[in-house]
Structure formats: structure tokens, C-alpha cells
């Protein structure tokens, strides 16, 4: 079975710019988180969907929003890009709704560097 | 006030020794569950151990367990005959019942990174 895919990998961007990153998850999850992690705020939760519905909301301004498709794929859109923005990306994926026993399943992430 | 405390940032243990890194945590549900995950250079998070409030013995997955204490909120991990591909990153991480029906997010300590030496 195959794990949770995130494009891309690496992303270069510059100030002001904006960007989509992609997450499909395992075949077969319904619920799609985010996160952000940074060497100096450590992973900071952004949102998580489940049957395309926003369950969960992370502290972050408007200028990061997120959706989820109806085949559990999700993105995550940051529109007018700071520097402070650079950080690794991780979506994970959960077969069923947000659940305090569900394990959580990570892809490898998005590297994103702000210039 | 931080939900989630990883005291340790950095642990070093000799190959086949058992270690303990420590987490404790912080909450008023008395529904949660709290998560242990390993996340190598490579930067991808991997699941590793599993411990429900309602758990009444300490959880085990082949060299992990969970040293679970409720009274002291403490859910510490045992990595038993380390090995060199244990050096990584490890992240303790709660995830709350909460009141709506559908669970809170995870939520993350700060890390410990272990090195394992030959």
C-alpha cells in the first residue's frame, strides 16, 4: 500500500509569491492533517480535514488555508509568502474521524524555502 | 502552558543499552491518547507506540513500551537494546477527546534527539 505522497518536495519561493502544496493520502483515509515545522517553533498544527470538512484549526493567520477533495486528497495553499514561512510541510493521513486513538500516517513533506 | 514537555533535547546511549526519554503532559479530559513518533534525518515522522487514558496496562510494540503514569501525566518511552538506526529525532505527541464529538488535534512535544554510539 502505498504511504502518503506530498509534492512537491522542495519548493523555492520569493517574498509575496504564492504557494500550493498537494498530500494524497493512503488509500482508503478520510481525515488529512498539516503541519508546520521549523528548527525554532518545533511542529506547529495547521488543519485537518476529514469528509472534506475543516474538524480542526490551527493558530495561523488567514494567509494559510487548506482544503480537501472528495477522493481525500488535500492542499494547502499560503498566499503572500514572508520569510518566516520557510519550514518543512508535513501532511499525515488517519483512516476515520479525528478519534483520540487514531494513529497519524506522515509523508516525507515539502521543503519550502522563502527568499 | 505547554501541553506537551520533552525535557531532554538531546540523549546519548551506548548500542544494545535500553533508554528512557522522558515526556510529560498536560490536560483536564480524561480522554486522550498519547503517541510516541520517530522522525529520522530523512524527515518523514514514523508512528512507533500508542497509550489510551483508559489503558490500564503500559503499551508495547517490539523494543518500545510505554512507561504510562496517569497521576503523574507522564507517558515516558523505552527504547530496549538500542541500535544505531535508532538515532533520530523523537517526538512525544497527546491527542485530546475534547467536547464536540470529534477529537482535538495532535499536538507535539519539542523533541529529543537520541544518538545511539557503536
Known amino acids: 500500500k502505498a504511504g502518503v505522497t506530498q509534492t512537491p518536495r522542495y519548493l523555492i519561493k520569493t517574498r509575496g509569491q504564492q504557494v500550493t502544496l498537494s498530500c494524497s493520502p493512503i488509500?482508503?483515509?478520510?481525515?488529512v492533517s498539516w503541519y508546520q515545522q521549523t528548527p525554532g517553533q518545533g511542529l506547529q498544527f495547521l488543519f485537518e480535514?476529514?469528509?472534506?470538512?475543516?474538524?480542526n484549526k490551527g493558530n495561523f493567520p488567514g494567509r494559510f488555508s487548506g482544503r480537501q477533495f472528495s477522493n481525500s486528497r488535500s492542499e494547502m495553499n499560503v498566499s503572500t509568502l514572508e520569510l518566516g514561512d520557510s519550514a518543512l510541510y508535513l501532511c499525515?493521513?488517519?483512516?476515520?474521524?479525528?478519534?483520540?486513538?487514531?494513529?497519524?500516517?506522515f509523508g516525507s513533506g515539502t521543503q519550502l524555502s522563502v527568499l | 502552558a505547554q501541553k506537551i514537555t520533552q525535557t531532554q533535547p538531546g540523549m546519548f546511549v551506548q548500542e544494545k543499552e535500553a533508554v528512557t526519554l522522558d515526556c510529560t503532559y498536560d490536560t483536564s479530559d480524561p480522554s486522550y491518547g498519547l503517541f510516541w513518533y520517530k522522525q529520522p534525518s530523512s524527515g518523514e515522522m514514523i508512528f512507533l507506540i500508542y497509550?489510551?487514558?483508559?489503558?490500564?496496562q503500559n503499551a508495547t510494540e517490539g523494543r518500545y513500551s510505554l512507561n504510562f503514569q496517569k497521576a503523574r501525566k507522564s507517558a515516558n518511552l523505552v527504547i530496549s537494546a538500542s541500535q544505531l538506526g535508532d538515532s533520530a529525532m523523537y517526538f512525544c505527541?497527546?491527542?485530546?477527546?475534547?467536547?464536540?464529538?470529534?477529537?482535538?488535534?495532535?499536538?507535539f512535544g519539542s523533541g529529543t534527539q537520541l544518538t545511539v554510539l557503536p
Open positions: 505527541a497527546m491527542r485530546e477527546g475534547g467536547s464536540s464529538g470529534s477529537a482535538r488535534q495532535l499536538t
Open positions: 499525515a493521513s488517519s483512516l476515520g474521524r479525528p478519534a483520540t486513538n487514531e494513529k497519524l500516517f
Open positions: 488509500s482508503g483515509h478520510r481525515s
Open positions: 497509550q489510551g487514558s483508559y489503558d490500564q
Open positions: 480535514y476529514f469528509s472534506e470538512t475543516q474538524r
